[in-house]
């Protein structure tokens, strides 16, 4: 028996595979509290009215580091004055931009792109550090196969996902009570691949577009509803023998939360 409810952590939620997994939460016969952070929050801030358990905090993680800084304080400051406690951080928000070749690569966008995808995530886990010692908690970051699957243009995302692996396993070695999983959530059928089929195409080879229109087509990617389901158990009730792994979505070894 839980005789507390957990406090999860959830950013990227306003859509795509967070706004699924908030949904999932939300709908639980025990919910926990959740803070959820997305830039742009009309889809759910309303949900904040008719949920008591939910926060809703709107935040642009591209903001430079002093600022960054005291945005994931305040969210985590909020979670603790709030609620008294932090179970899970559940970093999913993330952002492909820019897709371009290395050749006119903009050393400002690459430099956005670092503090979104993975600079905010090492912000995020050094503040609530003390907080997640307190509970023994989970840390669930938002992975992808890019970061070892290579595509035209792909560079910044792909190396920032790379740097977001090697993350799981130090955090795992320095902080023995922390559990850590790093998770590639698979082809989810969100903005982010119907930005790939329009705008980024252009970056793209021939082979590499008729692959992810090919994918659209045979309606053959993840539903964000399944792995949303998965990630917001991993932030549940993840097990400690899993800490320090980088593991796609529907390894067998994550069946049990993806029922
Ligand atoms: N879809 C896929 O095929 C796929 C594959 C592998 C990995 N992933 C990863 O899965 C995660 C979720 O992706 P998704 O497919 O659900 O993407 P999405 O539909 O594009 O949603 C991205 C989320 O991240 C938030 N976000 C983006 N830039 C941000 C910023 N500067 N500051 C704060 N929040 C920001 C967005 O907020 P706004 O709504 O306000 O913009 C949104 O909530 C990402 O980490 C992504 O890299 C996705
Ligand atoms: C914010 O999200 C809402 C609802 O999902 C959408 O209608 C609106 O266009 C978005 N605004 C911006 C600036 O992207
Ligand atoms: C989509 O379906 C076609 C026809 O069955 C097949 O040739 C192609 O490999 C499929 N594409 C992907 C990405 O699965
Ligand atoms: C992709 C990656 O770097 N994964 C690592 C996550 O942590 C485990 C355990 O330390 C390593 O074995 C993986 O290589």
């Known amino acids: 028996m839980v005789e507390f409810t957990p406090v999860i952590i959830l950013t990227g939620a306003g859509r795509g595979i967070g706004f699924a ?5 939300l709908a639980l016969p025990n919910p926990p509290n959740i803070i959820a952070t997305s830039r742009n929050i009309s889809a759910i801030e309303p949900l904040a009215a008719a949920h008591k358990n939910l926060e809703v905090i709107s935040v642009d993680f591209s903001a430079p580091s002093s600022e960054l800084r005291t945005l994931i304080s305040e969210i985590l400051n909020s979670a603790v004055l709030k ?8 970093l999913n ?6 897709v371009a070749k290395i050749d006119v690569a903009a050393l400002e966008d690459w430099e956005a792109n670092y503090r979104v995808n993975f600079l905010s995530n090492v912000e995020f886990i050094k503040t609530a550090l003390p907080e997640l010692r307190k509970t ?3 840390v669930v970051l938002v992975s992808s196969g890019a970061s070892s699957i290579y595509f035209t243009g792909w560079g910044a995302y792909g190396s920032t996902k790379a740097a977001l692996n ?3 396993s130090t955090l795992a070695l320095e902080e023995p009570t922390i559990t850590t999983v ?5 082809i989810v059928d969100t903005d982010m691949q119907a930005s790939l089929r329009g705008v980024h195409g ?5 082979g590499e577009n008729a692959f992810f229109n ?3 087509e045979n309606n053959s990617m993840v539903k964000p509803e399944d792995v949303g389901t998965a990630l917001a158990n991993l932030a549940l009730r993840v097990e400690k023998s899993l800490s320090g792994k980088y593991l796609n979505w529907d390894d067998e070894i994550l069946s049990s939360y993806r029922a």
């Open 21 to 25: 997994i908030l949904s999932y939460l």
């Open 182 to 186: 790093a998770i590639a959530p698979g």
């Open 136 to 138: 023994n908690g989970r």
């Open 166 to 168: 090697h993350l799981n």
């Open 83 to 90: 609620w008294g406690r932090i179970d899970s951080l559940l």
């Open 214 to 216: 090919s994918l659209k």
């Open 93 to 98: 928000h993330g952002n492909l931009d820019p």
């Open 202 to 206: 252009k970056v793209m080879s021939d």
